[in-house]
């Protein structure tokens, strides 16, 4: 049976019942399920402040529904066919079922017969496989076209930046976010919202979302002329990040891991007495008695609030990390545990980690645990006026990552997991709001859609240092942006390794700098070869660190590439504010892939290798050992300035750039009227 419910078109058959209503701009949500209702709860979305009524025509073949520039024909079989305004097809669900078809009507809108007509396979477009005794394992598909382009799904660690023909893991890893928004070049936009764990294969011949555990398959899809629109709308209904403090905006100094309130104090005084600007310094993980503690150790930082002082002082702001983890001996753990605060697991000890004791994760789905351990911090590192929080293990990182062992307030983990980042994110958003702090910031490992709205800055996870990995940073960022999460940002120089006082990792290191410089946030951290000891054997001092890390660490002539573009970075900063302030009011992400500002540009579609740090400069990084040039296309329709020579170019061609040591290819849009001259 097909009807209109109020504005919402409803099918049922059998014991399905699929809702398809507007939800936005130019939007629809799709909801099926085969239960009593459907589940509570928005996942990704928000409810719209404005909401939406569609037109819904129902006829004797079938039902159309229209919102704005998209529309969806629901045939009589319960196939679901996406158009936009102009009568594009855009998505249409993939459906191999003789019986279904058998008496096939037209398509309501175009009259054409519907694919699959007449097939033997027996493969449904909506497939909900029973586990017995539980959910479902629930399959959506739609057909593919070979042409499709498709961006953002969130952070993998690979070099692919169109992501069709892929198959991806939508499961939180460190150094992968699954965020599950996608932007065609067909003119859509897809959210598939469900935590669940699960897949997306892109294959050339058909596209299939998987959820290994839910109750109800539930999806969004919106039309847009161009990739800026859909991401506009997007955020309409997942919401936007906050407007980034100045203080956020410069350079970042971070190792592996300052040990001491005195080795810190003095590194921020080195930068101070060689003038060059420092916005943020990072005490990194174990400056506290014992995971779960939430406090300085005493012994290694005696007087936090003189260190917090002296260095606002400087004009530096201190971020502090947080691990999610609470070790068996920890002072918190028995009480934690009997209000039931923590992880449980299905099977086995509830022991999640072992890195330096038996350990366990607080458990961000519940209000409680989100409410107790922002106490916690608020009291033991608030106090001090320390208002920047770095949330490690934000996944949550497992020793073993089996996803169906653990299980959560809101659910199992193979059901409801993806949504453990975005929760820790809203455990200190909720606090500081709540505080009164304005243009909240908190570095997190991780996200899911929707993370961008509690002031998530994602970086790239425990990466390899290596050119390699710089490769993959470039894909894992430019897609996060298409995935809705405008900041993001990386460990300059890798994570894992590289050594200092190599020749090979120093150039890496250089070329990886240039980069930072020109992405959202401009951070250098690393775990640099060879380690120093341990300096304790309780507390904090029984964790070793890192070999040094500043940008002096790397001799005279990387210091001074370093210092040329931090204060590149400086002279951005006003063309940056304006980035945060377009991120924060529509969405759209400061660092993005060249189409999106040149969509009718064919060949923009196919730039893998650089990118638009705004609407006015092209960044084109060097991303490979012993390059000192390299071919550059500039989009059509514009005209171009070197940034370092100040030489023309007309669009749509191919150039040689120059690529120094020193230098980043960087092109400048004529006219610009925002982005500074910085070469000068």
């Known amino acids: 049976m097909i009807r209109n419910d109020d504005g919402k078109l409803i099918y049922e058959y059998d014991s399905e019942t699929l809702r398809v209503e507007a939800w936005g701009k130019d939007s629809l949500r799709v909801r099926a399920a085969k239960q009593a209702g459907f589940p509570q709860g928005e996942w990704a979305l928000l409810e719209p402040t404005e909401p939406a009524r569609a037109d819904v025509r129902v006829s004797e073949g079938g039902a159309v529904i229209s919102n704005g520039n998209i529309s969806a024909a629901l045939d009589k079989n319960g196939k679901l066919t996406f158009r936009n305004g102009a009568g594009k097809v855009l998505l249409e669900e993939y459906v191999r079922d003789r019986r279904q078809y058998a008496f096939a009507p037209p398509d309501p809108v175009t009259g054409e017969t519907p ?3 007449a097939s033997a396979l027996q493969i ?16 959506a598909r739609f057909e593919s076209d070979p042409c499709e382009k498709i961006f953002g799904l969130g952070q993998y660690q690979q070099p692919y930046l169109d992501l069709k023909g892929c198959s991806l893991e939508l499961a939180h890893r460190n150094s992968q976010a699954s965020v599950p928004f996608a932007v065609s070049s067909l003119g859509y936009g897809f959210l598939w919202n469900n935590p669940a764990i699960g897949s997306v294969r892109l294959a050339k011949n058909v596209t299939e979302w998987t959820a290994s555990r839910a109750k109800a398959l539930d999806y ?36 592996l891991r300052y040990q001491t309130q005195d080795e810190l104090l003095g590194v921020a005084r080195e930068y101070k007495r060689r003038g060059v600007p420092l916005s943020v310094i990072v005490i990194d993980f174990f400056h506290w008695p014992m995971q779960g503690e939430w406090a300085f150790d005493p012994e290694y930082w005696p007087d936090p609030q003189a260190m917090v002082d002296e260095l606002r002082g400087m004009g530096v702001e201190l971020m502090v990390s947080i691990w999610p983890t609470v070790d068996h001996r920890s002072s918190n753990y028995e009480e934690m545990r009997e209000k039931g605060y923590l992880i449980r697991v299905d099977r086995g000890q509830q022991i999640a980690m072992t890195f330096h004791g038996n350990t366990i994760h607080y458990d961000a789905t519940n209000p409680g645990a989100r409410k107790y351990l922002w106490e916690k911090v608020k009291n033991n590192y608030g106090r001090y006026g320390i208002r920047l929080f770095w949330l490690d293990e934000a996944e949550p990182e497992y020793g073993f990552y089996d996803f169906d062992a653990y299980r959560y307030y809101l659910g199992p983990n193979a059901q409801i997991g993806n949504l453990y980042p975005l929760l820790y994110a809203r455990t200190f958003y909720d606090g500081m709001a709540e505080g009164g702090q304005q243009n909240i910031i908190n570095l997190l490992r991780c996200a899911w859609a929707g993370s961008q709205r509690y002031g998530a800055l994602v970086w790239s996870g425990d990466i390899d240092s ?43 290191f250089a070329r990886w ?11 250098l951290h690393g775990d640099r070869e060879p380690h120093s000891p341990p300096l304790g054997t309780s507390g904090g001092g029984l964790c070793n660190s890192g070999a040094a890390n500043e940008i002096w660490s790397y001799g005279e002539g990387v210091y001074e590439i ?12 006003p063309y940056i504010r304006k980035l945060m302030a377009e991120a924060h009011e529509s969405g759209l992400p400061p660092m993005r892939p060249v189409f999106v500002d040149f969509p009718r540009d064919a060949a923009a579609w196919g730039v893998e290798d650089a990118y638009m740090f705004g609407p006015e400069l092209l960044v084109a990084p060097i991303m490979r050992a012993g390059q000192r040039g390299r071919e550059v296309y500039l989009p059509a329709g514009a005209e171009w300035i070197d940034a370092w020579t100040g030489e023309r170019f007309g669009g749509g061609r191919v150039v040689a750039a120059d690529a120094p040591i020193d230098r980043i290819p960087v092109f400048r849009l004529a006219g610009a009227e925002s982005a500074p001259d910085f070469a000068k």
Not at 231 to 254: E, I, K
Not at 562 to 573: G, H, N, Q, T, V
């Open 466 to 508: 290596s050119f390699a990995s710089l490769r993959n940073q470039f894909a894992a960022g430019l897609n996060m942006g298409m995935a809705g999460i405008p900041w993001w940002t990386t460990d300059i120089g890798g994570f894992h390794g590289g050594n200092p006082g190599d020749p090979a990792f120093r150039e890496c």
């Open 115 to 117: 694919k699959g007509f």
């Open 124 to 139: 449904a477009a909506r497939e909900f496989k029973p586990v017995l005794g539980g959910d479902y394992e629930l399959t």
């Open 220 to 255: 969004w899809v919106t039309a847009g002329d161009a990739p800026a629109d859909i991401l506009r709308s997007y955020a309409s209904v997942t919401g936007t990040a906050p407007m980034m403090p100045d203080w956020a905006m410069g350079f970042w100094q971070c190792k």
């Open 513 to 523: 700098f240039q980069y930072g410089a020109f992405c959202p946030v401009m951070r």
């Open 562 to 573: 370093c210092k040329k573009y931090i204060d590149i970075r400086e002279k951005l900063r």
